[in-house]
């Protein structure tokens, strides 16, 4: 039997935790498309996918087709870490995790940052001492798993907070937006956008908790992520799970 401690006390130690309470991995296939941009619907061609495994260590490789379309091998039942690179890209970093069975990842979860957005990312976010880091960038907008009935949208999280955490617990500065979505010299809550970016981040394993208090609850979920070398790393959504 294999008993796993509450996160709050063991956010850094979670995920090889896991991996000892799992069967021992084969391989299967990973397929999906890697999109221009996050809210296109064209594919990227030649983009490099680089997996790598739960603990860090690259495990295959594809080049992506004219319509974006990859398929390469990751370990089942295993956290795995894509990193998207090409020309004009910056090192784009995604997560997920597989079952025991070949798996297609979802349409429209998989996309590239330019280094034109990376430069406008950092732009809006020039208030923010920490933007001008050199490094990695963990950034994204943060949701409850409830839908705003007015567009069918899930509801901004205005009052969460975001910690990064590298793989030796250094936490890093996050940077938030005001009300009208303009840079912030210091700020405590994500606010109505939702929005949030840290800079600075190294090469490596990185922990993000996504945190709210709602009276006397604290509700939190983490996120991991393999951070590339001056890469960016979108958590576009990250969700706040409600209790019960």
């Known amino acids: ?7 709050a006390g063991a956010s850094m ?9 799992l069967p021992e991995p084969t391989d299967v296939a990973l397929s999906g498309q890697v999109l221009t941009a996050q809210d296109s619907d064209q594919g990227a061609p030649d983009v490099n ?3 790598f495994d739960a603990e860090m260590n690259q495990y295959s490789e594809a080049i992506t087709d004219t319509n974006g379309e990859f398929s390469t091998s990751v370990q089942s039942n295993r956290v795995y870490h894509l990193v998207l690179t090409g020309e004009g890209v910056t090192p784009t970093a995604f997560s997920g995790v597989v079952g025991s069975s070949d798996t297609a990842i979802a349409a429209d979860e998989l996309f ?3 280094e034109v957005e990376t430069e406008a990312l950092r732009a809006a976010h020039s208030n923010c001492a920490a933007s001008e ?3 990695g960038i963990v950034e994204g907008l943060i949701y409850f798993r409830l839908i705003n009935e007015q567009d069918e949208s ?8 975001v910690e990064v955490y590298d793989a030796n617990g250094t936490q890093y ?14 700020g405590t809550e994500v606010g109505p956008t939702g929005r949030f970016a840290a800079f600075g981040i190294p090469e490596g ?13 604290v509700l939190e979920n983490f996120g991991f992520v393999y951070m590339p070398d001056d890469g960016i790393a979108p958590f576009h959504p990250a969700f706040i799970d409600l209790a019960g």
């Open 1 to 7: 039997q294999c008993v796993l401690p509450h996160p």
């Open 112 to 114: 590239v940052r330019s």
């Open 13 to 21: 130690m979670l995920p090889l935790l896991v991996l000892a309470c």
């Open 173 to 186: 500065e996050t940077c938030y937006l005001d009300t009208d979505g303009e840079s912030l010299e210091a």
């Open 133 to 135: 880091l050199s490094g």
């Open 154 to 161: 899930f509801l901004i999280a205005e009052e969460a907070m």
């Open 49 to 51: 996918v680089t997996a």
């Open 205 to 217: 394993a990185i922990t993000v908790v996504f945190r709210q208090e709602i009276g006397a609850a």
